[in-house]
């Protein structure tokens, strides 16, 4: 099975880039979500869900590792939603 090398955030700005469009991508489908700490965590671990069909297609099916790049940011982009909100109640 294929190993894959951590790249140490080695592009940044292609990161971030595509982190902003995913951000403002939910919010054009959604608004400006309020939920309760548990619902974020359920929107979150759903996203991982389709996180992992996408790994699992890209594995055993020759699924496009697209799909798997775009899932990955869907999971990061919640996630830094939720940490913000945290990080903000701490002020």
């Given at each position: 099975m294929k190993k894959y090398r951590d790249r140490m955030f080695i592009n940044k700005e292609w990161l971030f880039d595509q982190l902003d469009e995913e951000n403002l991508r939910q919010l054009s489908k959604w608004g400006i979500q309020e939920c309760t700490a548990f619902e974020w965590l359920a929107?979150?671990?759903?996203?991982?869900?389709?996180?992992?069909?996408?790994?699992?297609?890209?594995?055993y099916r020759k699924g496009p590792?697209?799909?798997?790049?775009?899932?990955?940011?869907?999971?990061?982009?919640l996630a830094l939603k939720i940490a913000e909100m945290f990080h903000h109640q701490e002020k």
């Open positions: 929107w979150t671990i759903e996203e991982l869900g389709s996180l992992a069909k996408a790994i699992n297609k890209h594995q590792a697209g799909k798997v790049v775009a899932e990955a940011f869907q999971v990061a982009t």
